[in-house]
């Protein structure tokens, strides 16, 4: 294991060299001894990371693909909207280690596997909620430094608005993966992307990085916004 080189490229997310030319990411575990989907692990001294799969992950495409802007620190508060099965939200946990994840998710059934997936993380809240009702869940959740979203609607860029203005103070970050096909099959990705954008811009976000996720993800882009109410 001596060959395993690890650089911190943001705040507790690595990049790890296994000495096999690939390039991976990772985050150091807050909860060592368990996986949350079929991630592999790498042992460091007393610490365990966990190696972030871009092909389950948006976030982790984003990073390798070539983010700028990571607004999620050791001490955010972030609202994660679509969490899933927790795949991501238990990364972004790791990675807010000290500070705290609202982890909204709006099916009973997935729901089963997000809480078995927070079950040991103290700092991930899961909410069963519909991120398009955000008054729903307003005496749960707290202002937030982060909004996230994953969630594969038509009216990607309108949800993440009207989160930002119930949750968001001004200079905080929200942060979407919109994928093209959930809000129109018929016309050209970037064309999608073009128009996602310009929704976001005169709703009250200015776009501070994009990345574009293929080929983890076909058609799908991440934005990086700071709200400005």
């Known amino acids: 294991m001596e060959d395993i080189k690890i650089k911190e490229i943001f705040e507790n997310i690595y990049e790890v060299d296994l000495g096999d030319g690939l390039k991976r990411i ?17 042992k460091i001294g007393d610490d365990e990371y966990r190696i972030w799969n871009p092909n389950k ?19 955010s508060k972030i609202l994660y909207l679509g969490a899933s099965a927790g795949t991501t ?3 972004v946990a790791d990675i807010a280690d000290k500070g705290i994840v609202y982890a909204i998710e709006y099916a009973p059934r997935i729901m089963r596997e997000l809480l078995d997936a927070c079950a040991e993380r103290e ?4 909410i069963l909620g519909d ?3 955000p ?9 937030v430094d982060v909004v996230y979203e994953d969630v594969a609607q038509p009216n990607q860029a309108e949800i993440l608005i009207k989160n930002a ?56 882009i991440m934005f990086v916004g700071v709200w400005e109410g």
């Open 131 to 133: 991120a398009n009702k």
């Open 26 to 42: 990772a985050t150091k575990s807050i909860v060592k001894g368990k996986k949350v989907y079929d991630e592999k692990i790498v």
């Open 89 to 91: 939200p238990s990364h």
């Open 165 to 220: 203005k119930w949750f968001l103070k001004k200079g905080s970050y929200g942060m979407i993966a919109i994928k093209a096909r959930s809000i129109d099959v018929t016309k050209d990705p970037e064309e999608v992307f073009k128009e996602q954008k310009e929704i976001l811009e005169s709703g009250g976000f200015k776009i501070v990085d994009e990345v574009d996720i293929e080929p983890f993800e076909k058609d799908h």
């Open 135 to 143: 008054q729903e869940y307003a005496n749960i959740v707290e202002k």
């Open 123 to 126: 700092n991930i809240i899961p």
């Open 57 to 75: 992950s948006k976030l982790a495409a984003a990073i390798l693909k070539g983010l700028k802007v990571m607004p999620i620190k050791r001490d």
